[in-house]
């Protein structure tokens, strides 16, 4: 785990790793990283993952918010990405409502290792979700 990690921790790969709080709690992850080969080649693009993994505070709305903060302040912002890209499971409805939310739109469903995905993405200039998201900190 530590040999997968501690690379992307410590910046020495084009993934980027961060930590969702809120409230000063962490409840999850985040991940930047380069487009998957299989998408294309697309210029300004980015893809993200994403986990809330704290139990507690899952079916509470946050997922939506938390993605539209992260994705216009660090992918958007401080980053510099003109699209974010997203791939849940085709069955991960919580994932893919909390996307779609988000402004994300589906691109196509792609199949992996026999399983179905869909590919969402959001353009840089889509309108924000809305300016309640100063109580999650990424």
Known sequence: MAAKYLPRIRGE?????????????????AQISPVDEQHGVIPGACSLDLLIGDTD???????????????RAEIFGHRGFSICLADPHEDNRRS?????????????????EGQTFLLLALNCAKPSLSSKNNDILI
């Open 57 to 71: 505070f899952i079916n509470l709305g946050l997922g939506a918010r938390v993605i539209d903060a992260f994705v």
């Open 13 to 29: 790969e084009a993934i980027y790793m961060y930590a969702i709080l809120l409230d000063a709690v962490p409840i999850g992850i």
């Open 96 to 112: 893919v409502r909390a996307f779609e939310k988000a402004g994300f739109e589906r691109r196509r469903r792609f199949q992996q």
